[in-house]
């Protein structure tokens, strides 16, 4: 009877201590650079609530994780019709969004109506080919194109062509409560949001991914300054800082537990030049000022030794033209450029940056000393991002320092936005080139990969002899992070994969 | 006029202090140099302003010349301060930053220093209700916070070093008025003013000829010490970006540009910071020997 | 007069005074050179941009009507839209006056809790080793500018030793006072600063003064004298130094909140300036003209309490 009585209690003693241990929870603390806007994947089109909507979202494909190829992800495959129409996608079957609802095609139809609405999505130009989108049947969905385009697989992997639950949506009103209480088919569940502080996910215990996320909770910490996140990341109290100061780079590698990961994505770093006023409206004035910038410079200095000098507008996402040489130091040249555009005396201009972004604010303060070498007399305007996003969309502006991202895994994306006049005016630039909107339209169509590789070099050809922007550098992204988290993966479309990572105690 | 005025000044503000006829003032002179104080105060601010004056000739490097190969480099014999983040020699920086320093304290407190004393003779010496008014924007001014209302000023006329003075000027005034109206409101009923009235010394006469060489020292003694607050204000409104502009090597606006790397190049924000402590040291220290001669 | 009628009529003296500021608060929107819609805006602005902040922002009519309006939005509590929040002003100060507050009172018991000891302590052996050492120091820690201060005390205590937080403001009152310690301590060390460079000389003045030579004729030990007589009128001193450098507090504020990422007023303000919201920097800066008013009004009572001589 004792026994038996020791055997229990030790039974008992070992049940609560395997219960306590697996109910030892596991959070993923991440130092994040700033508060998203909404966690509805359609309407934003900043870059802190892109990198955030693929917790709770998935979309039909993703981008792999060498960033190399367009992957399946909730259509498990595809086929493209011969007329190069039609795409049809067969979703999984049994995959559950996080409130257990099965994701069929009326939710890809609903969710893909509202990506392409102008009224809804910014990005919905990207999606104008798309005629119409047809559920054939409950796991099979057919999207129909106007004309061949090459980019839709690519779009379709994209942040705010995720897959939402219709029925939900509906029920709570539309964005603004869908944007504040998320669900998703995404890998995370949405738990709670502190505006201003913090934004709490857990593990969808049914994702369909086997074992995955591997962590149970994951939260973000709102710390828009670049150091505080190094600091806290040092100080333990977040697993991941993500943008980190390249200063810090080194620091933090020497700390013992503290690693860093340098991460390849498709960012480019550049100055605005508004095209449309005097006297940027002469290419060889904007030729002017690439020569006068030290570019290698500022990465020596701002970026402490990371980046690439940029040859063009693009950085190397599909088909980079590393055939051109970027601009060389030249101030003489640029001098000469001046004179021959009859600037010879120089002229007054402005540089608009953004308030409390060491980064920008050091490469105007390069860019301004640079010009002064050349004879141009820049005064730094320093304002709120906000407010500097709305003076450009004015025009109210004649440099500004800047950089894009590329969301998608193919060139068109940054093509239409950074440097075609019919997308966004070449991001709010005004630089207009015909020859560049012609091909800009053809390698849209061009499926052939051999014939768009050539449209693409020589738009990016273009845009560098042109001078569209002052190009500077295609950089990194740094990711500080304890020594015991592993898995961390962040492909080069900068959606980290937080569904990877793990930490050891 | 014009050499009864020079005359005046010089009679009754300059010459005392080297005359041997004196001996009141030579004295006060004399307590002056001894006492550690002002002894230390003066020196420390004597060589600030010389830096300060011939940075040009003692700075070893262009303040403004970026060099990108040489960023953040630490003090070394060729850059005994080391280089901020566009390779700029940091020595010479603050070196100019005494210079921008200097001119703060001369232009602000100076117009300050003006405008107070005359709003305070008029209002100590008149009374009624140029009094009253004087008073009451005094008390106004004084009840927003200096740094609160500086920042208001900067916001509406804009940032940048010229705006600052300005805005120090305007903000600083208050205390030099009611120093000097209270020492005319004991002074006024002193014998030496009534009998100035009595002999038909006009009232510019009396405020200039009499009553304000007795109540100058006082507020000569606050202006020492008003420099201190004034550098220190200046540095925390360029700190936060209202006041000097990039690439301006203001020692606050060195500091901001500084802070990010505090882990890494520490010299960069440190050595600005070195600056204005010495400055404020000295001036501090300055007026606390010129306030105990004051007292004897 | 008793203290009542002193206090009534010191309340109803803050009248011109408060007109004025008002008035001062006022003019903010308008002495901006040129064109204010054009200065928040940019001069780059397109007239329709302008034309609407000029309507949203009442500057279309004769002056005269804009100052009333002012102050009938006054009257009802409010102190306007802020341009870059879209909310009321009222409401956004009220939302971090907790901060604020925390942080201001923190810093003066700090102040108080360090400073009294060690003007006892240096008074006591006036003209020794620990009275220069703490003058030294005093000189030295008010020499530093609290930004820079605040700066190294961030990258020591907060990343080298991991005791604080790194930013914000925590959850929960224990964590609140966490993120608290490091800035208060700061900016308690530079009162005590000012506080102990203003208070030597009114203790001295304190133990010259006779009744004190009185109380040692009487016997009563050395100890009982600093504590009780010293200790007692220095209080009044320091209160009033506090009180009279309440302005330099407010003003720190701003600095210290930045440096520390604390969501309070000072730093809203900052916030405001950057990006232009005028209507928001008025109301801050009215708010602190307010307390600091308010402040020299309590402290002159307090004053009056203790020293009635003052109103007589």
Redesign the interface.
């Known amino acids: 009877m004792r026994r038996l009585v020791v055997v229990l209690l030790m039974s008992l003693a070992l049940l609560i201590t395997v219960v306590g241990l697996g109910a030892a929870e596991s959070v993923l603390r991440v130092a994040w650079m700033s508060e998203p806007k909404t966690l509805d994947p359609v309407g934003p089109s900043d870059n802190p609530t892109l990198w955030a909507l693929h917790n709770v979202h998935d979309c039909l494909v993703r981008v792999s994780d060498d960033s190399t190829y367009i992957e399946p992800d909730l259509a498990e495959l595809w086929e493209i019709s011969d007329d190069l129409l039609t795409y049809t996608f067969h979703l999984r079957k049994g995959i559950e969004f996080h409130n257990g609802k099965e994701v069929t095609a009326k939710d890809v139809v609903f969710s893909l109506d509202r990506t392409r609405d102008p009224e809804q999505c910014p990005y919905s130009d990207m999606f104008k080919p798309i005629e119409e989108i047809v559920a054939v049947d409950k796991y099979t969905v057919a999207i129909r194109l106007s004309a061949p385009y090459a980019p839709i697989l690519a779009d379709l992997a994209m942040f705010n062509a995720a897959i939402i639950p219709e029925e939900y949506f509906l029920a709570v009103g539309g964005t603004q409560e869908f944007g504040r209480h998320p669900i998703g088919a995404g890998p995370f569940k949405f738990e709670y949001w502190k505006p201003g502080e913090e934004i709490m996910f857990s593990k969808f215990e049914g994702y369909w991914r086997e074992g995955q996320p591997k962590v149970d909770k994951l939260v973000y910490y709102i710390m828009p300054d670049a150091t505080s996140r190094s600091l806290a990341v040092r100080a333990g109290s977040v697993d991941v800082a993500v943008y980190i100061p390249y200063g810090e780079i080194g620091t933090l590698s020497a700390d013992p537990n503290v690693k860093v990961s340098v991460d390849t994505i498709w960012r480019h770093d550049f100055v605005k030049i508004n095209c449309g006023i005097e006297p940027f409206t002469d290419a060889k004035v904007r030729q002017a000022l690439n020569y006068a910038v030290n570019k290698q410079g500022i990465i020596n200095s701002v970026l402490f030794g990371y980046g690439e000098i940029a040859p063009s507008y693009m950085p190397p996402v599909l088909y980079f033209n590393d055939e051109l040489d970027p601009y060389p130091y030249d101030p003489e040249k640029a001098k000469q450029l001046l004179k021959e555009a009859g600037y010879e005396k120089g002229f007054k201009t402005s540089i608009l940056a953004t308030a409390g972004e060491p980064v920008m604010v050091s490469i105007a303060t390069i860019l301004q000393q640079n010009l002064r070498d050349i004879g141009i007399d820049a005064t730094i305007e320093k304002v709120e991002e906000g407010t500097r996003w709305d003076r450009l969309i004015a025009r109210e502006y004649e440099l500004s320092p800047d950089y894009y991202t590329s969301d998608i895994l193919d060139d068109d994306l940054l093509t239409d936005f950074g440097i075609s006049y019919a997308g966004n005016q070449a991001y709010f630039s005004d630089y207009h080139n015909p020859r560049v909107e012609e091909l800009y339209a053809l390698g849209r169509v061009t499926l052939d990969e051999g014939a768009r590789r050539d449209i693409y070099h020589e738009i990016q050809r273009l845009a560098h002899e042109d001078a569209a922007q002052i190009f500077l550098t295609t950089t990194p992204n740094p990711t500080a992070m304890r020594t015991n988290v592993y898995g961390f993966l962040v492909p080069a479309n900068d959606f980290y994969r937080w569904e990877y990572v793990w930490i050891e105690e | 006029m014009h050499k009864t005025t020079i005359g005046t000044i010089m009679s009754r503000y300059i010459v005392p202090f080297f005359a041997g006829e004196d001996t009141t003032r030579w004295e006060t002179l004399k307590n002056f140099i001894k006492n550690p104080n002002s002894k230390a105060g003066l020196i420390m601010i004597g060589i600030l302003t010389f830096v300060a004056i011939f940075a040009p000739l003692i700075a070893p490097y262009d303040p ?1 010349r ?1 060099n ?2 040489e ?2 480099n630490p003090p070394s014999l060729t850059h005994p301060f080391g280089t901020d ?3 700029r020699d940091v020595i010479s920086r603050v070196i100019y930053g005494a210079w921008i320093a200097v001119k703060i304290c001369v232009i602000g407190i100076g117009i300050a220093f003006i405008i107070g004393n005359l709003a305070g003779a008029l209002s100590g010496y008149y009374g009624g209700w140029i009094d009253a008014i004087i008073m ?2 005094v ?11 500086v ?2 000023i ?4 804009g940032p940048g070093l010229k705006n600052l003075y300005f805005a120090i000027a305007i903000v600083s005034w208050c205390q030099y008025a009611r120093i000097v109206r209270s020492k005319y409101l004991s002074e006024k009923e002193e014998e030496y003013v009534r009998a100035a009235k009595a002999i038909g010394f006009s009232d510019t006469r009396v405020i200039f000829g009499h009553l304000m060489p007795n109540s100058i020292m006082p507020t000569i003694v606050y202006a020492s010490l008003d420099c ?1 607050l004034v550098i ?1 204000l200046a ?2 409104l360029s ?4 006041g000097a ?3 301006t090597p203001e020692w ?1 606006a060195q ?1 901001a540009e500084g ?7 520490w010299w960069v ?1 440190t050595f600005p ?1 070195l600056g ?3 400055a ?2 000295g001036f ?2 300055l007026g606390d020997g010129l306030r105990d001669l004051l007292e004897k | 007069m008793s203290l009542g009628r002193y206090a009534l009529r010191r309340f109803f003296g803050m009248a011109p005074v408060f007109f004025i500021v008002l008035f001062t608060v006022f003019l903010m929107l308008h002495l901006i050179p040129g064109d204010p819609a054009k200065n928040i805006l940019g001069i780059m602005a397109t007239p329709e941009r302008l034309e609407q902040l000029r309507d949203a922002l009442g500057l279309n009519e004769p002056i005269y009507k804009q100052f009333y309006l002012f102050l009938a939005q006054l009257g009802h509590g409010s102190l306007g839209m802020s341009i870059r929040y879209k909310a009321p002003i009222t409401e956004l100060i009220f939302s971090r006056l907790k901060v604020t507050l925390s942080l201001v009172i923190m810093s003066a018991v700090f102040c108080v809790i360090i400073s009294l000891p060690l003007s006892l302590w240096a008074t006591k052996h006036r003209g020794k080793a620990p009275d220069y050492a703490v003058r030294v120091s005093s000189l030295f820690i008010f020499s530093m500018p609290e930004f820079w201060t605040g700066l190294v005390a961030l990258n020591i205590f907060a990343l080298r030793f991991g005791l604080f937080p790194t930013r914000g403001w925590g959850v929960g009152l224990l964590d609140n006072l966490h993120h608290l310690f490091l800035p208060s301590l700061i900016l308690g060390l530079f009162l005590t600063a000012l506080v102990t460079r203003a208070l030597r000389s009114d203790m001295l003045e304190v133990l010259r003064k006779e009744y004190i030579q009185t109380a040692k004729t009487y016997g009563f030990s050395d100890r009982t004298i600093y504590l009780k007589y010293a200790l007692k009128n220095a209080l009044l001193p320091t209160i009033t130094v506090l009180g009279l450098n309440l302005g330099w507090l407010l003003g720190s504020t701003v600095v210290i909140e930045t440096v520390f990422s604390l969501p309070g007023i000072g730093a809203m303000l900052l916030d405001a300036v950057i990006v232009r919201d005028y209507p928001l920097i008025q109301g801050i800066s009215l708010i602190f003209a307010l307390a600091i008013m308010l402040n020299n009004y309590v402290v002159d009572m307090l004053y009056g309490l203790i020293d009635p001589r003052i109103y007589r």
């Open positions: 403004y970026q990108l190969s960023s953040l983040l566009y390779g009451r924007i008390d106004s001014i004084m009840s927003f916070p200096f740094l609160v209302l920042i208001a900067m916001a509406i006329f201190a220190l540095a925390s700190f936060i970006g209202v502009q990039p690439p606050g500091i802070r990010q790397f505090l882990q890494v190049a924000a910071a204005i402590m010495y404020v040291i501090s220290l």
